[in-house]
């Protein structure tokens, strides 16, 4: 396990050299966007709870303890009601920004509105109320409360069920289409606070502040905090649950001060077996149904391993990927909190310019998304640096995309240096 920094040790334990380098990976897929679309912005969308008031009075705790029994807690079955809110200080394209992020989320299921790759990317932006159920790792059911509508996602054994109220369409998928990775987007404290741990290393300071309750609970509050300068992190606090060990809320402020970046954790919860009928599902009639293997299949995906062409799609990334994504996706540079990916769009131009036409306009989205960003230069040539109160990317004009939570130096030396 990596070092932690506890409130009563601040001994430090060096991990190997493979383990950290896994961590760097996992750290750079926390802060990566999930696809760059120009405006390179779109973070996985996470969640506010209202803490109650009062601090209970609970036994001492280490830091490493605290972690530990996060890492042992095995809570199998669970319900309640999440509140998600995320502030990424987007500029306001007047709803442009969610259809970017739309396309950008969106794997198979084609135009399905039901396709939870693509419906769960509204999570990245505003406040949203979730309702969750779980009953072991073969069920479990995430609710996006929307005005007058619903969208449901329902995993059942070997079927996973997405459903929009609002067009009454379904999406469904079954066997190897319904793991667990297929739908990564996280929806509860915990699947947050997973993320974050399993990406802490010696460039990390972690500490117990305190206790808190939340969702009428007792839980201890575990703060999180960059040694590193450079970061657009500022501090993540995690409530634990100081009887199941089950992360309750999570909140995360960037270094530039101000409201929160992502606010989520439960308004109420419980542990006990949910209803069996939670996770049951059947079309409604007259509802539109979109198998996801076949969609797969028809957009050339890769995302299963049944298409000819590994390059395209939203699958791992093979022969004919540009170049940097043959392997994880992109290549990592710098440590910890510093992590920035990198990708080689293998086009030269830098912004898109979208398809172009006679009438002169094949440089109106590259002028539209110039608009959005900072021109910078250096040794690496010229660019343009698309900030938000989180990620911040680099496009550079070679084609080079430099991605991480770091300020825009960090991404303009990272650029020179590569």
Do not use: C
């Not at 932690?4 to 040790?9: G, V």
């Not at 793991?179 to 500490?207: C, I, N, Y």
């Amino acid at each position: 396990m990596a070092p932690y920094e506890s409130d009563d040790s601040t001994e430090t334990v060096q991990a190997d050299d493979e383990g950290r380098a896994e961590r760097r990976r996992k750290a750079a897929r926390y802060v990566v966007p999930v696809a760059v679309v120009g405006v390179a912005a779109a973070t996985i969308g996470l969640v506010p709870a209202l803490a109650d008031s009062g601090d209970p009075d609970l036994p001492k705790i280490s830091a490493q303890e605290l972690i530990d029994k996060i890492a042992k807690s095995d809570v199998q079955q669970l319900s309640g009601t999440v509140k998600i809110s995320t502030d990424l200080g987007l500029p306001d394209l007047g709803g442009l920004e969610n259809s970017l992020m739309s396309g950008a989320g969106q794997g198979g299921g084609g135009d399905s509105s039901a396709d939870p790759t693509a419906k769960l990317t509204e999570l990245a932006t505003g406040t949203h109320t979730l309702r969750v159920a779980a009953d072991g790792p073969e069920k479990q059911k995430v609710s996006l409360l929307e005005s007058g509508a619903e969208y449901s996602l329902i995993h059942n054994g070997t079927d996973v069920w997405g459903y929009d109220s609002k067009s009454n369409e379904v999406y469904h998928s079954t066997g190897a289409d319904s793991g667990k990775d297929q739908h990564e987007t996280p929806a509860t404290p915990k699947d947050f606070a997973d993320k974050v741990l399993k990406s802490v290393d010696d460039t990390t300071s972690v500490k117990v502040d305190g206790t808190a309750q939340v969702a009428g609970r007792d839980a201890y509050r575990l703060v999180i905090k960059p040694k590193q300068s450079g970061t657009t992190v500022g501090a993540i606090s995690i409530a634990v649950d100081a009887k199941t060990g089950t992360p309750l809320k999570f909140t995360l402020t960037p270094s530039s001060g101000g409201a929160a970046v992502v606010d989520a954790g439960y308004t109420q919860v419980s542990f006990a077996k949910p209803a069996a009928s939670a996770f049951d599902f059947t079309p409604p009639k007259g509802a539109k149904v979109t198998e996801g293997d076949k969609a797969d299949r028809a957009g050339g995906s890769d995302r299963h391993g049944d298409s000819g062409d590994s390059g395209k799609g939203t699958g791992t990334p093979g022969k004919g990927a540009p170049k940097g994504l043959e392997k994880d996706g992109f290549d990592v540079l710098g440590k910890g909190w510093n992590s920035i990916a990198v990708l080689d769009s293998g086009s030269k131009g830098g912004l898109p310019t979208g398809s172009g036409s006679a009438s002169g306009k094949a440089g109106d989205l590259s002028g539209f998304l110039g608009s959005l960003g900072d021109p910078v230069s250096g040794k690496f040539g010229k660019g343009t640096v698309f900030s938000t109160r989180l990620i911040n990317a680099l496009i550079t004009d070679d084609g080079k995309v430099y991605v991480g939570a770091v300020d825009k130096a960090a991404l303009v030396k990272a650029a020179n240096a590569g």
